[in-house]
């Protein structure tokens, strides 16, 4: 049921800014949490930031001071707000929602990714 739906990657200079956007079909439920996710050509995806259900964000270091991960609940839509990018920030983005309906059940929900490139 779940649909995520990236937006916002485009080609940037080294030290401009991107916000991307993932919107989130339904609702945001109490308790989700919103985690982006990159994947540079021939690495493994990693984790860049995360917004839990309560609002405590995490930032992977290498991008922490320089993105600021957020949400509006009232539209369904997280955001990331990046700023001062580097080269090595390119990759594809992708948006992961993690919903526990039970106790005992969890499930992960992934959107199809936008790119970001950022030129040296």
């Known amino acids: 049921q779940v649909q995520l739906v990236e937006s916002g990657g485009g080609l940037v200079q080294a030290g401009g800014s991107l916000r991307l956007s993932c919107e989130v079909s339904?609702?945001?439920?109490?308790?989700?949490?919103i985690t982006w996710y990159r994947q540079a050509p021939g690495s493994q995806r990693e984790l860049v930031a995360s917004i839990t259900g309560g609002g405590r964000t995490n930032y992977s270091p290498s991008v922490r001071g320089r993105f600021t991960i957020s949400r509006d609940n009232a539209e369904n839509t997280v955001y990331l707000q990046m700023n001062s990018l580097k080269p090595e920030d390119t990759g594809v983005y992708y948006c992961?929602?993690?919903?526990?309906?039970?106790?005992?059940?969890?499930?992960?929900?992934w959107g199809q990714g936008t790119q970001v490139t950022v030129s040296s």
């Open positions: 992961n929602l993690k919903r526990s309906p039970t106790v005992e059940r969890t499930m992960t929900f």
């Open positions: 339904g609702r945001i439920f109490r308790g989700d949490d």
